[in-house]
Nanobody
């Protein structure tokens, strides 16, 4: 089992920045990639970004590309999501997720069902 704990959410004005963290514990050696998803009220969970644990390759949703940056610290078993130029439509609960899928096919990693483990989520609210 892998346990994931997110932190760093909060309230920020439009145009501001936040950095989310997700710390993994347990059988983290089985993790090959970690992603961030978000879910706004009344909407489906949507993909934000994913990073490959080995090598650090990344892939982003079009709506956040050039504003958000995903990164990882292997020594700390932690993945980060730096969010800049935040917009009110970025308001959502943000979840990190981990997968043991060894094939790096980014498009396939945009679906929630590709992930084995999930954190509890952290709220991000962007005011206009």
């Amino acid at each position: 089992q892998v346990q994931l704990v997110e932190s760093g959410g909060g309230l920020v004005q439009a145009g501001g920045s936040l950095r989310l963290s997700c710390a993994g514990s347990g059988r983290t050696f089985s993790v090959s990639a970690m992603g961030w998803f978000r879910q706004a009220p009344g909407k489906e969970r949507e993909f934000v970004a994913v990073v490959r644990w080995s090598g650090g390759s990344t892939y982003y949703a079009g709506s956040v590309k050039d504003r958000f940056t995903i990164s990882r610290d292997n020594a700390k078993n932690t993945v980060y999501l730096q969010m800049n130029s935040l917009k009110p439509e970025d308001t959502a609960v943000y979840y990190c997720a981990a997968t043991g899928e060894m094939l790096w096919i980014p498009v396939a990693l945009t679906t929630p069902t590709s992930y084995d483990y999930w954190g509890q989520g952290t709220q991000v609210t962007v005011s206009s």
